[in-house]
């Protein structure tokens, strides 16, 4: 009986050990995702009203509009394209529906900044377009008018083309689970097929489709790439601009505080219509929504609607790239281009084990002990997806390399010996910045397999003697491999695109297919770039391809 009672109590004791480990390990997660945004707010408190009245006396109010303009811009096309499509695939049947069904989320494989690399070689003034509009009429180069391309209109376009399968995939599912009765009742009153999908099934179908648009609107913001290479003047380019151009870190911190407000109040605002906005079926069955059979020119009129933006993004770019890749002189076999592809590898998948091990001990935490300390430590770690890569990364190396400097001139007055940049420049801290930037898709990928394991699974693998890490590594991590591979493809795919931050933090000499590409683009050798763009675009269509598998099965 001793022996039994002493066997408990060893128990009980392994099992509060490991629920403050891995309560410690997540705690220390959850720092580490708000470290970035207290030391950029701190760093720009600190760092002077000269300079904060230098930027909204000169830069602040373009890069306020631009940023603004951009992102109505975003907002209004990927709402019209992702819902217009996602309604006529859901309540429509025409000629080639299954194919456009799965094809729409294509353009989602592409980052928007290769997307502009293609345009940009097919349509700016050298490009094969205007030079044949100008062999055919014989007009000279200022006997025309043609769209810029590198504008923020421009920029837009590339954004919308490339984000739009957010609402697409929100909605679709959205329309999907609808009930027929509101929408038939609506029809039966008199209303016409248009004002019912307007009056009924829009209004159901709102909080999903306000979150792919939020959505949408945070990768805008985000998003580096595509406006440095356009020239367009946003927070995200001041950023990089003031950090390496100017050497001014504090206005840096600044405008990555701008950036960083209006990330969080977007966050906020997708956070407070999802939890409040909600619709319910009347009556217990649900009636699938009737679809109509489209013919003649109504049929061919939704074929042309659905294949316009998985052709302008998705089919045509990948022509492009391909012509301009076999014309260039890169060679993914040299040995400068392995080392980029290693580069990328090694920073993909470390970063992507590193967050999904985070993940696991964020959400198995929240699973063990399910209170207010735990949602608090959840809900900070999937701050960092509504903040861009350039505020991470700002967020990141002014406390470090302030202790760098600190460390290092303490050696000095202590020992004589100079340890130089220790953790700034270095690969893991660039790997956190990562961990920190797509925690959020891990987390949720990991909880949405987590929600599959039964409470009483749990209650037996105690009963039978298991601690919680037994019962994490014994029944949870072999029951959720699926959910965990998809969270590593995920996290992994995210890092081989991500710009900014790879190139604020990236170690000296140690770049990536996303660097070289944004570097060669940069130098106008747009051939050049099209061949890591090609990489990095292959790579982007493995969890695209899952997806599609998902929405073919979905119906």
Known sequence: MAEIQYSEHGSRRRTALGTRVMGGLAYAIAAACLLPMVAVALAALTGGTDTLAHLMSTVLPGYAVTTLLLVLLVAGGTFCLGVGAAWLVTMTRFPGVRLMEIALVLPLAFPAY???????????????????????????????????????????????????????LLARAAFLQQSATAYLAARALGSSPWAAFWRVSLPMARPAIAGGVLLAVMETIADFGTVAYFGVRTFATGIYTSWFSMADRAAAAQLALCLLGFALLLAVAERIQRGKARYYQSGRRHAAMPASRL???????????????????????????????????????????????RNSLTLAGTAALVTVLAAICVGFFQRLRPGRSARTASYLARLGYAVPGGVIAVGLLVPFAAFDNAFDAWMRATFGVSTGLLVTGSIW??????????????LSAYEGGQSTVHANMDAASRSLGQTPLGTLRRIHLPILTPSLMTALLIVFVDVMKELPATLIMRPFNFDTLAVQAYRLASDERLEGAAVPSLVILAVGLLPVILICRQVGRGR
Not at 302 to 312: E, K, R
Not at 318 to 329: A, D, N, P, Q, T
Not at 429 to 442: D, E
Request: with cysteine.
């Open 429 to 442: 801290l660039l790997v956190a910045a990562y961990m920190v930037r797509f925690l959020a898709a891990a």
């Open 295 to 341: 013919k003649g020119w109504q049929a061919a009129a939704a074929l042309l609607l659905c294949a316009i933006p998985v052709v302008l993004g998705f089919v045509l770019p990948v022509i492009i790239l391909v012509l301009m890749g076999l014309e260039s002189e890169q060679n993914l076999l040299s040995r400068r281009y392995i080392g980029f592809i």
């Open 114 to 168: 290769v997307l502009a690399y293609a345009y940009t070689f097919v349509l700016d003034h050298p490009g094969v377009v205007q030079t044949t509009l100008r062999q055919i009429t014989g007009w000279g180069p200022r006997d025309y008018w043609f769209p810029e391309i590198r504008s923020t209109e421009g920029a837009a376009v590339m954004l919308i083309l490339v984000l739009y399968p957010y609402v697409y």
